[in-house]
């Protein structure tokens, strides 16, 4: 037997070392991503007089990021500006239209109104998030049906 021979990596040896090397380069990645996969982009929300149905002429307004998981695990906040806010929540309508509370917001601060642990969207409302169809609303004594509102966008 010569060194040239002696040296040469069997065929089938080289096909699966290629096969494994694959499959393990794939695998890296894919547990990279794994934690990412899981997780729409998440929602952001600009609140303001002009987008309430009616709209309604105010100084207040608010941003907010709303967090939505493939699991349907919803969380997140918003914070208002120049608003006495007795109330918030998410409501499922399109833009233009009202609709119905889906998820009540918690005050977790002076202006801070933040989605209580453990909250899921239903599929139906996990459908309408995706296609844009959720909205924040921010009500006070002035204004009881809403004095600023923002459509959630996922980004």
């Given amino acids: 037997m010569n060194i040239a021979s002696a040296t040469q990596i069997p065929k089938n040896l080289w096909q ?3 096969v494994a090397a694959t499959a393990t380069a794939l695998g890296m990645l894919l547990a990279g991503c794994v934690t990412h996969l899981d997780m ?24 907010g990021l709303i967090i939505v998981t493939t699991t349907k695990q ?24 009202n609709g119905p509370v889906i998820v009540p917001l918690l005050k977790t601060g002076e202006a801070t109104w933040s989605v209580a642990e453990n909250t899921r969207l239903t599929d139906t409302q996990y459908i309408q998030y995706v296609a844009g169809d959720l909205y924040v609303n921010v009500h006070s004594e002035t204004y009881p049906s809403g004095e600023i509102r923002g459509q959630l966008l996922a980004n």
């Fill in 16 to 18: 699966r070392s290629i």
């Fill in 40 to 63: 729409l982009p998440v929602g952001t929300v600009q609140l303001t007089g002009a987008q309430e149905i009616p709209a309604v002429k105010t100084a207040a307004t608010g941003s």
């Fill in 74 to 97: 919803i969380s997140g906040s918003v914070t208002t500006a120049g608003i006495n806010a007795t109330a918030a929540h998410i409501h499922l309508a399109p833009r233009g239209s």
